[in-house]
Nanobody, 126 residues
Framework: QVQLIESGGGLVQAGGSLRLSCVAS????????MGWFRQAPGKEREFVVA????????DYADSVKGRFTISRDNAKNTVYLQMNSLKPEDTAVYYC???????????????????WGQGTQVTVSS
């Protein structure tokens, strides 16, 4: 069983920055593919970014490329999402997700992850 706890969400003006954190339980965090997804009201949950177990490979949705940066600290069982140049359309609940089977091919789909956090709200005002 893996528990994921996100933090760092909040209200920010357009152009501002936020840093999300996701702390995972479990002794094999360093083997997991980790991802961030988001869900706006009335919309489906969508892929934002994923990072491989080593941190050496990342994959970003086009909508956030160049503005968001994912990183991980396996010693702290934590994955981070640095969000810069935020836009109102980035407003959503952001979810951290873990793929304990460590596949990479399914990193962009919701069903590719077997554990999810409770989500943290990010609101960007115009």
């Amino acid at each position: 069983q893996v528990q994921l706890i996100e933090s760092g969400g909040g209200l920010v003006q357009a152009g501002g920055s936020l840093r999300l954190s996701c702390v995972a339980s479990g002794r094999t965090f360093s083997k997991y593919t980790m991802g961030w997804f988001r869900q706006a009201p009335g919309k489906e949950r969508e892929f934002v970014v994923a990072i491989s177990w080593s941190g050496g490979t990342t994959d970003y949705a086009d909508s956030v490329k160049g503005r968001f940066t994912i990183s991980r600290d396996n010693a702290k069982n934590t994955v981070y999402l640095q969000m810069n140049s935020l836009k109102p359309e980035d407003t959503a609940v952001y979810y951290c997700a873990a793929d304990t089977t460590t596949r990479w091919s399914t990193r962009r789909i919701v069903n590719g992850y077997d554990y999810w956090g409770q989500g943290t709200q990010v609101t960007v005002s115009s």
